[in-house]
């Protein structure tokens, strides 16, 4: 990692926790039998993926939902709850870190989030930091229910990029997902990996960045 100029960071299990497993238990409380394939870090239904670009509404996302359990009578805040019981939050520091490497760096948020899960964050952001988004933090942020375009495709790297001319061999993207840094890495992006127990505390720290 030489001539680090941009950092480009993922949001979820870099920045803010997730547990997938927890998650896959709720979808087999509502009757999901194959949580594990119908949603999971490396695969998942392709609902997860338009729900992702934005080409699905929430509504529209429920009613799959409701469809796959077989269970019409499901409420929007069963669904809800189960959605996002694997979102745990984010780690004290974090937020000081980021603030620390925006005075050094330019930084950028990239994150395949979609509405429901915006919508939760977006809230314990203000309720827990008196936050009212993540732009403050970041020169600007990314994400992929409001661009269209979700991680890997390289069309949102490439949006990345040329919206904020940045040059690919001078930036960093960090995220916890193999097949996002192999896309970021063939348009010349330095890439990382971020694996637990490692953290982005620890990896500054180690990486003297």
Known sequence: MENIKNIIFDYGNVIFSLDF?????????LGIN???????????????????RGEVTADQFRDYIRQKTGNPELTNDQINAAWN????????????????????????????????HYEYIMNYLKTDFGFDSNDHIFEKTYYSHLTGKRKPESEIFELVLSENDLNPSETLFIDDSP????????????????????????????EKL
């Open 179 to 206: 097949q996002h840094l192999a896309a970021a890495q063939k348009l010349g992006i330095q890439t990382f990996l971020m694996t637990a127990p490692d953290t982005l505390q620890q990896f500054f720290k180690r």
């Open 34 to 52: 194959n949580a594990a394939d119908f949603f999971g870090h490396k695969q998942q239904d392709e609902i997860f993926d338009k729900f992702d």
């Open 21 to 29: 497993l927890k998650g896959q238990a709720a979808w087999k409380e």
């Open 85 to 116: 019981s694997m979102l745990l939050g984010i780690e004290d520091g974090n937020h000081e870190l980021l603030l620390h490497l925006k005075d050094k760096y330019r930084t950028f948020l990239l994150s395949n989030i979609n509405e429901i």
